[in-house]
């Protein structure tokens, strides 16, 4: 096999070599040609080494030589005794200068000893050894061949009878390549080392002892040590391990065994199959529990995300009370962007204003820098994140660096992305038909301004404006090179990367990130004090079209005028293309949009490791975003006849955001007998400050000045400002305690101040319990259940807070407004509410983990059941108090309960073919306990007690009226009218959603397929306008009404006011809620890794090509362009990539 | 020993989680860098004028009622009447079908109730106030006053009955109903004849421009209340208030909307840039309207000679060769120099007022009657006297002459043709499918959705 042959090349040629190796390491006087093997084959030197001791001891044990000794001295250097046995024996003896500097003298009588013998006496209470070669015995330090043995505890070594001896090895993977950085450890002791870069390592052992080999990744190997001294271990790589995987939690780690709470992880392999920007789109289908709708295929937009359902009533705007807590290498990091959402200047100047939500704030984190994401779910593992916690909380782990040669990693990859499906609209003919029946129908005759039937447009010209305008291809480019490695002491990781995504619109836009990251981790010889640092730094530049073109796509007429004038120019068609939503789409390259967002997250810790299981540790943590928009509205954006009125505008926005988090923690780790007892305490400092700004100015004296304030007109700078500073400041703890690797108990707390309360409002507790039995372990248990390899109970309960609501919501202010008549005027700035508090979420799960066939089907079962009470609400209010909303807690609750499964199955699991699957499965449901009082408050045609939280209210449509022909609804209270009396409510969101990844290995290839799927109801295709407006429509409306007697499902074509409020009813109506469920191909990625011979000669590690596609198939009944993003957004692209990786 | 050491390390860890957790100063925030404390407002005089400033920069702004952009009443109460044309087919306020969900119905809403908001919390504010001048104290509640009867005078005029709201309390304001519009008018009058009694007589609080209200702002407009109300005697007695006040004099046609002309009244003052209206009524010559034009049947009724026709009105041709009319009272688009101020109340219409009170009380014709004052109006826009003497006829001639010369304007012709029952009769051969209900805006649906005593209260006709 091709394994063995990276090996034995080597190996062959040591065994002719060996003799000008060994002096590299103990001649006194190195021939001279040993240098030139030095500077060349260093590396085969130090392998050679290794060989040179296991073929010298294999030799010595086989008692080959004979000779023997007759010396006798009293106090006599060892010098001299080794004199003797030169002279006698006529052996030599070599050994590095100075080691014989700490020997003592020699007291012996030997009269013909063998040699050995001879030696083992004089060398008895040396610190000396000795080995034997040929006619040569090399003399050598105890325990200091090759990387020194970290040894704790040595004293607390068990004795054995017989000495303790060097055991020296080779640890590879099944294929051969050397795994660096692995642990090596005496079962039973705290003695163990690491292997190095080779994947070598050595270490002193007793025979009869066990050497534990560990390798995240990898199954642990134990071995007994007999009477051999050199091993070539290969790990198998763990598959059947699962629940050994490390999970992260945070401020501490455990593994997926010992896991008393609900984590999902998701590693760098999944994340890497995927070509996107933004690793919250590798979590989609792949993380129970975890819902992720993306609601536009513009580059760089944002995700709605939601971990187990929505718990404040609060959802919608920028104060939005569902978002996640994003945590980045131990940093607290922005939920949401700074262009869009948060910002109400920015937002309306920004093509990611909604449904976009703005640019994603994670677009500044490259994927390929990241390592792990774990999404936190319970109270057991967010209780520690107290206020924070409430609605989950997703860490991320960016890559470190690795013990081992310096390694140098890369990847490119390019693709294209177009947009999936284009809906079927009528054609100009079809079109104009429509539009006249329409007039008939509503007793009325073309006005001036209907230029698609009046003549002022070319009724025979058609365009397939989907084509023009969405049917282009956008293109993908990433490109990635990282550098890595280290030794035990010190790892460094550092390297960029490179993305590109153009868009399918006609023209020049793109969304570009180039991202630095870096990382390095030192400890002190003794490892007691740690050092890590990692920066990650990133630029993304974005020129997006001003607005996403989609809906002009589905509603411009088709015989609406060409783009372009016989000049070349946008052709405003006589003043007839120019009035929205009928206006040349170019219009919109007359308004370039630039954002340009830096993000640095920089991340230091210090640990040191007081002995007796105390280890001290800090983290410091800084993360800054800066978001700096420009608008330009040129001239030209308006046809010539209007210029005069509508100067240049230009919109400035700036935004930046910077967090520090200070982070003391103590922990403390005890082994007890069969107990193990882990307590960690710590507190969190933590400020934010985030500022906007934006200026408009306009009447800019050319187009060329428009970056310039200064070449504005100066009376036409508006300015707005918005800044805040949060600060945070909280205390917990973890007590963990594990009894025999059975019964597992972690408790955590936490105790929160937030500035976003008032005074005396400022603190709240939050606590949790996660219990866990592996019962798997009890033998009762293996003897019922042979086919059982693991069996876990867990289960955990706890408190969360939700402190997601707008800055100084408390206080009674007024703010500065604009000027009236050059004086400044003040507004009072909201209503305020000094007594609202903390909203509290309350977190029950109950878990089953399994299992079978030595662990190769791993299933986790889990149930959640989560309220949150004390809802903390920008209240809506009716407009006569002068606002809009308060902040306020109302005495609602909210449930979230619902049902995750996990399964893993690893199928095949041969050295030529693996096979593993995972599916998941997520049954959300979310109810409104109670809200006392709902009908009178403004919540009561919102929310239904009883009901899901995701509920719309919506008219009981009852088909089309038999003389007009138009739709209808119910009219339920049967009082002459509709009104919201007749409204009930409907479900609108996901029954339930999950993803089934395969993949498969077979020799080079790689094969990853992810399907998607999410049965759920959302909105229907609403069209533009009304069937017979002016505006498109998809050819289904062909099937209208159009006399009495008909029997259609869509309505009469008109342009009444009867029609209007009939579509109006439609549109607010049951119909207009859909089954918009789908299966996805989500991902799919095949990848070869080039044979291992060919790399050999090039001297690269491996070479692997891979093929990538995102989004490829999507089965659904839904008649719309997407089911995912729904309504008149661009949907998500499909995209298709292909690419190389290389490690040199 | 053991034992020890983990005493002490058990102490250590009380005291840091001691130290640490209840750092009540760490959570402490100033108050942010873009707001004052209510409290910090009524400490001084430039302060609270800045509170009443910040009612008039809302009030002006482009997306209030009052700001004469495309979503003021100037132009959608526009269309409502016989005013314009519209260019757009889907436009609800031309063709009178509103819907309660509709966005600037909401504004209209709205935007009132804010200024009143903001009106009540400086009354609630001067309560408290400390170092604020007498005279400060006095001109901040009558404008506020002012603030409040005008804001709720076109809140009855555009919806009818409207919850009347005094007070801050946002639970109380919350759960309102809707107040009688008698009622409401009651307290417009009481507010008025309080802002009358507190207000300067001249122009000094706006640096002599004339911006901000004074006590002949406020009789202005209590002129035009009494008018509505049907009280003729006591609407003759303000308007004649104002109308022999020196400060003001009928200026040129061609100058009337400059700003600070001896005609205004109260404008809303401008520093960036010149008026909305400018900008929204602009004319594309060569293209059919951008947004509105002028109803022709309504310029139809024009004497040629009148100058109004002449210099308030530009007629322009498209390409196809349709004549389209434009309001062209606030000429001038550009940003500077700043030369016209949008005028809110402005002599013109005090004589006309003037008139029909007179008219309604029988002083017909001759010296100091309601002719006369038609005849000062027409007499200005270069036309002869009329020739009505009935009161019938006086009538009609003041409804024309109101639209001769209050076109366009704060939707002064949908407000005529309500008051005097006058819509149905005019509108309805305009406009088809027009009901009689169509005279007031449906409430909004988000006051009904979020005001539960509000549920039931939709205008009749609206659903």
């Known amino acids: 096999m091709k394994t063995g042959g990276d090996w034995t090349r080597p190996r062959l040629m040591f065994g002719y070599q060996h003799n000008d190796n060994r002096l590299t390491c103990y001649s006194l006087h190195p021939p001279k040609h040993c240098k030139c093997m030095h500077s060349t084959k260093t590396k085969l030197v130090m392998r050679a080494t290794i060989f040179l001791i296991i073929v010298a001891s294999l030799k010595v044990s086989a008692g080959t030589y004979a000779q023997t000794v007759t010396y006798s001295g009293k106090n006599v250097p060892l010098k001299e005794a080794f004199a003797a046995i030169k002279k006698q024996t006529g052996f030599v003896l070599l050994y590095k200068g100075n080691i014989l500097k700490d020997t003592r003298p020699v007291t012996i009588a030997a009269s013909n000893q063998p040699l050995e013998t001879f030696l083992k006496e004089i060398l008895k209470d040396q610190p000396l050894d000795y080995t034997i070669q040929n006619q040569t015995i090399f003399i050598f330090q105890k325990k200091t061949v090759a990387p020194p043995v970290v040894t704790t505890a040595p004293d607390r070594q068990p004795a054995a009878e017989e000495p303790a001896k060097e055991v020296t090895g080779t640890i590879t993977n099944t294929n051969g390549l050397p795994l660096s950085g692995a642990s090596i450890k005496l079962r039973g002791t705290s003695t163990g080392t690491a292997s190095d870069a080779e994947g070598k390592f050595s270490i002193l052992v007793t025979p009869g002892q066990i050497l534990v080999i560990s390798y995240i990744g990898y199954q642990d190997r134990a071995i007994k040590i007999g009477k051999e001294t050199s091993l070539n271990i290969q790990l198998l790589v763990k598959e059947t391990a699962l629940n050994e995987v490390v999970i992260n939690k945070g401020y501490y780690s455990t593994s997926q065994r010992m896991n008393t709470g609900s984590v999902s992880k998701v590693t760098s392999e999944d994340i890497g199959q995927e070509p996107i920007m933004n690793a919250l789109q590798a979590l989609q289908g792949r993380v129970t529990g975890l819902q992720i709708t993306q609601s536009s295929g513009l580059p760089g937009s944002n995700y709605t995300v939601q971990i187990r359902g929505q718990n404040s009533l609060r959802n919608l705007g920028p104060d939005a009370g569902n978002y996640p807590l994003y945590v980045v290498d131990g940093v607290p990091y922005i939920s949401l962007a700074l262009n869009g959402a948060p910002g109400p200047y920015l937002a309306s100047n920004s093509p990611y204003a909604p449904p976009g939500m703005g640019l994603s704030p994670l677009n500044s984190i490259n994927p390929a820098d990241i390592e792990s994401i774990e999404v936190l779910k319970d109270a057991d593992a967010t209780s520690i994140y107290g206020s924070r916690g409430a609605n989950g909380v997703i860490l991320i782990t960016t890559k470190k660096g690795k013990v081992g040669k310096m390694t140098i990693d890369g990847k490119v990859y390019r693709g294209a992305q177009k947009v999936p499906r284009k809906i079927d609209l009528l054609n100009t003919q079809q079109y104009l038909a429509m539009r006249h029946e329409a007039l008939k129908n509503s007793g009325a005759t073309p ?371 604009s000027n009236y008549v050059g004086n400044p005027g003040l507004i009072p700035f909201q209503l305020y509410n000094p007594d609202f508090g903390w909203e509290v979420n309350k977190k029950l799960e109950g878990a089953l983990e399994l299992g079978f066939l030595k662990d190769r089907l791993m299933l986790t079962a889990s149930y959640y059941h989560n309220r949150s009470s004390n809802q903390l609400v920008g209240y809506v209010l009716p407009p006569t108090t002068g606002f809009t909303s308060i902040t306020a807690n109302l005495p609602a609750l909210v449930q979230n309960t619902g049902v995750e499964i996990e399964l893993h199955s690893t199928n095949i699991n041969t050295k030529a073919l693996t096979w593993n699957s995972t599916f998941t499965l997520t049954i959300p449901r979310t109810k409104l306990v109670s809200y006392p009082n709902l009908a009178n408050s403004s919540y009561a045609y919102t929310y239904e007690v009883g009901k899901p939280l995701n509920i719309s209210r919506v008219y009981h449509y009852a088909g089309l009226d038999s003389t007009k022909g138009l739709y209808t609804v119910q009219d339920v209270d049967k009082n002459g009218f509709i009104t919201y009396l007749d409204q009930h409510s409907t479900f609108k969101g996901q029954y339930f959603y999950g993803g089934l990844q395969n993949s498969l290995r077979y020799k080079g290839f790689q094969l990853d397929v992810l399907f998607q799927f999410v049965k759920q109801h959302g909105s229907g295709f609403v069209e533009n306008s009304n069937p017979g407006g002016v505006c498109n429509q998809p050819v289904s409306v062909l099937g209208r009404w159009q006399q009495p007697g008909d029997n259609k499902s869509v309505q009469a074509f008109g342009n009444s006011y009867d029609a209007l409020v009939g579509y109006f009813y439609y549109t607010a109506s049951d119909a207009a809620v859909v089954d918009a469920s789908y299966i996805r191909l989500k991902n799919l990625s095949l990848t070869y890794q080039l044979p291992q011979s060919w790399m050999k000669k090039a001297k690269i590690q491996s070479t692997s090509i891979f093929l990538q596609g995102q989004n490829l198939l999507t089965f659904t009944g839904y008649k719309g362009l997407d089911p995912e993003s729904q309504g008149l957004s661009l949907p998500p692209l499909r995209t298709i990539t292909a690419g190389l990786q290389f490690i040199l | ?274 008026t909305n209206e400018a900008y929204v009524f602009g004319a594309t010559p060569g293209a059919s309207p951008f947004l509105l ?164 209260q939709q205008n009749p006709g609206y659903h």
């Not at chain 2, 309102?176 to 009058?189: D, E, F, L, N």
């Not at chain 2, 202005?220 to 009280?231: F, K, Q, W």
């Not at chain 2, 304007?409 to 088809?432: I, M, N, V, Y």
């Open chain 1, 447 to 817: 006005l001036a301004s209907d230029y698609d039937i009046n003549g002022a447009w070319d009724s025979t010209r058609y365009t397939d404006w989907q084509k023009v305008l969405i049917g282009g291809t956008a293109h993908i480019t990433d490109a990635n090179l990282n550098i890595y490695g280290g030794t035990s002491n010190v790892q460094y990781r550092f390297g960029g990367g490179y993305h590109r995504e153009t868009t399918v619109f006609p023209g020049d836009y793109a969304d570009q990130r180039a991202s630095t990251q870096f990382s390095l981790n030192a400890s002190s010889p003794n490892q007691r004090f740690k050092t890590s640092v990692t920066i990650n730094y990133s630029f993304e530049k974005n020129n997006m079209i001003f607005s996403d073109l989609t809906a002009m796509a589905l509603g411009l007429p088709p015989d609406a005028p060409a783009l372009y004038d016989s000049t070349g120019g946008i052709n405003w068609q006589k003043n007839t293309f120019i009035n929205a939503p009928n206006v040349n789409p170019l219009q919109r390259t007359q308004r370039p949009y630039q954002n340009h967002t830096n993000n640095l997250i920089g991340n230091a810790v210090f640990s040191y490791d007081f002995g007796a299981g105390f280890v001290l540790k800090t983290n410091f943590g800084y993360s800054t975003t800066a978001t700096k928009e420009l608008t330009k509205r040129y001239a030209t954006y308006f046809p010539p006849s209007q210029q005069a009125t509508f100067p240049p505008q230009s919109n400035f926005g700036n935004g930046s955001s910077n967090t520090w988090i200070v982070e003391p923690q103590l922990s403390w780790h005890r082994q007890m007998g069969k107990g193990n007892l882990n307590i960690l305490v710590g507190s969190t400092f933590q400020r934010q400050e985030s500022e906007q700004t934006l200026i408009n100015a306009s009447g800019f004296l050319s187009q060329a000045l428009m970056d310039d304030i200064q070449a504005a007109t100066q009376s036409s700078i508006n300015t707005a400002y918005n800044g805040f500073t949060y600060k945070y400041n909280a205390g917990f703890g973890r007590m963990s305690y594990e009894w025999d690797r059975k019964y597992l108990l972690n408790l955590t707390a936490r105790r929160d101040g937030s500035s976003r309360f008032g005074p005396d409002r400022q603190f709240a507790n939050f606590a949790s319990a996660g219990l866990g039995w592996i019962f798997s372990e009890e033998s009762f248990v293996q003897k019922a259940l042979p086919f059982l390899s693991f069996g876990k109970l867990r289960g955990s309960y706890g408190s969360t807070g939700n402190d997601h609501i707008p800055n100084y919501g408390f206080l009674n202010t007024y703010a500065v407004t």
């Open chain 2, 293 to 456: 034009s002028l109803q022709p049947s309504s310029v139809a009724r024009f004497d040629p000679a009148d100058q109004r026709l002449a210099k308030w009105i530009l007629t322009t041709q498209d390409f196809t060769g349709t004549t389209y009319y434009y309001p062209y009272k606030y000429q001038n688009q550009r940003l500077t120099p700043v030369t016209e101020y949008s005028i809110v109340l402005r002599l013109g219409e005090q004589y006309l007022i003037r008139a029909e009170a007179r008219t309604q009380q029988g002083t017909l014709t001759g010296a100091g009657s309601a002719a006369a004052d038609i005849d000062t109006i027409r007499a200005r826009a270069g036309l002869p006297g009329i020739t009505a003497t009935t009161k019938g006829e006086l009538l009609l001639a003041v409804e024309n002459e109101r639209y001769f010369e209050l076109f366009s304007e704060w939707a002064h012709r949908w407000f005529d043709l309500k008051r005097t029952g006058r819509a149905t009769a005019l509108l309805s051969p305009l406009k088809p499918g027009w009901q009689s209900f169509k005279q007031l805006y449906p409430i909004p649906q988000s006051q009904i959705d979020n005001d539960p005593a509000m549920a039931g």
């Open chain 2, 1 to 274: 020993m053991k034992l020890k050491n983990n005493n002490t390390i058990y102490w250590a860890l009380i005291l840091m989680i001691a130290g640490f957790s209840s750092c009540k100063k760490f959570v402490q925030t100033d108050l942010p860098k873009t707001q004052l404390t209510q409290a910090t407002v009524f400490t001084g005089d430039a302060l609270v004028n800045g509170a009443l400033n910040g009612i008039y920069s809302n009030m002006e702004s482009y997306s209030s009622y009052g700001g004469g952009d495309v979503t003021s009443l100037t132009y959608l109460g526009g269309e409502s009447s016989d005013d314009f044309l519209s260019a757009s087919t889907n436009d609800a306020f031309y063709s009178n079908t509103i819907l309660p969900n509709d966005y600037h119905v909401l504004t209209f809403w709205s935007t009132p109730y804010q200024d009143i908001y903001r009106a009540n919390a400086i009354l609630e504010g001067l309560l408290t106030a400390k170092g604020v001048s007498t005279a400060m104290l006095k001109q901040a509640e009558g404008e506020a006053k002012f603030v409040r009867a005008f804001s709720y005078f076109y809140l009855v005029n555009m919806f009818g009955d409207v919850p009347l709201i005094t007070v801050t309390d946002y639970k109380q304001n919350a759960a309102v109903v809707r107040t009688p519009q008698a009622q409401v008018y009651k307290q417009i009058v009481t507010d008025l004849l309080d802002a009358q009694s507190l207000l300067g007589t001249t122009y000094a609080t706006g640096n002599g421009e004339r911006v901000r209200p004074n006590k002949w702002v406020a009789t202005a407009l209590l002129a035009r209340v009494y008018l509505y109300t049907g009280d003729w005697a006591n609407a003759e007695t303000q308007a004649t208030a104002v109308i022999g006040n020196s400060l003001y004099k009928l200026s040129p046609i061609a100058g009337a909307f400059l700003k600070n002309s001896t005609e205004t009244i109260w404008a809303f003052g401008r520093t960036s840039g010149n």
